[in-house]
């Protein structure tokens, strides 16, 4: 059964819809430039269809907001076009008398598919916003406040958890999926596409990762990447090109079980092992540490907590401690640090100040 005039217009105004959306995106390279040239070149129809798409999303915006000129109407204006979908080609213009100048408009059927794939083309930018979608390449972007965490599922399958006052965007072309974190700490359970690479961007530095389980954390003076579940590429730099299959030449492999550091200059630091159910215990609302540095437990409870806690004796910052708390029980963690010895706790309702008691001579 072959395809009817009807059928190959309704497919070439589709192309015409997805060329026209990745244009405006700027996802394309050269060859795919060219390819979208050759296509033009292919065919008036497929001129036309583009021209169509573009006039019509060009006005729909600002028919839409006129009440003088309702979408509805529009709409109805490609219902009732009875005009043939076959099309014959006119003459050059040298063998005929000059056209009067006028306002192109599509033709028949191509005002139908055009304001159809339009209509598709806005449904698709809403359920972007509606499902985190990714037409257009448009980014979207998540945070959270102070003590505040959310979970998001990217269209893609892609799971992103947000840890407290972090803030990422999230933008997919036709090549790859991006996350740029500006803050914070984002956890991410990539789902696997072998056709575009998932990659995330903390200022200078990339993580390249494909169906794995990792953390990104960006402080004001180190990117620190913590590997639970497969492997992951990190590059201090330009990230490679979107082209590039495999393992990229000169970057740093961490597995799982593994954390690498990336400081403010760029410097890459060899993966160390790690107790990776501590480092992510947030994602379960808990903090835990096993002899670490009182002054850094400290540090992690005020990135969730309404009352600061105040710790300026280097000696008692360096006291290793162990524990597992819940990420805003306060409480606990004050009356666990009132039963340390040596340590004297003042709280007040703007501040709780940890300092050292000198030992009384007997």
Known sequence: MTPSE??????????????????????????????????????????EEYLGIALVAHDLPEAADDPQVPLES??????????????????????????????????????????A???LLLAGSLLWWVRSGEFLALPRSYQTAHGEQIAVQL?????????????VKIRYTRRERVVEIARGQAFFTVARDVQRRFRVAAGEVNVLAV???????????????????????????????????????????????????VDASGVLDQPTPVDVQQVV???HQKIAFERRPLGEVADEFNRYGPIPIEINDAALRALPISGVFDVHDIDSFVAF???LDGVRVERTPALIRVSSVTPQKE
């Open 6 to 47: 009807e059928q190959v217009r309704a497919a070439i105004a589709q192309q015409a819809a997805t060329w026209f959306i990745d244009n405006q995106s700027g996802s394309l390279d050269q060859a795919e430039r060219e390819a979208f040239v050759a296509w033009l070149k292919a065919s008036p129809v497929h001129v």
């Open 74 to 115: 529009l709409l109805e204006l490609a219902r009732a076009d009875a005009t043939d979908v076959v099309v014959a080609l006119e003459p050059p213009l040298s063998a005929r008398e000059p056209a009067p100048k006028r306002i192109w408009a599509p033709r028949g059927w191509s005002l139908v598919t055009s304001i």
């Open 117 to 119: 794939a339009v209509v």
């Open 155 to 167: 269209p893609d399958g892609t799971e992103l958890r947000l840890n407290t006052d972090s803030v």
């Open 211 to 261: 169906g794995t389980r990792f953390e990104g954390y960006r402080t004001p003076d180190a990117t620190i990447v913590t590997v639970v579940e497969g492997s992951v590429a990190v590059l201090a730099g330009l990230p490679p090109s979107a082209d590039v299959t495999g393992f990229p030449a000169g970057a740093l492999r961490v597995d799982a079980g593994y954390q690498a550091r």
């Open 281 to 283: 215990a947030w994602l």
């Open 337 to 339: 640090l009132q039963t």
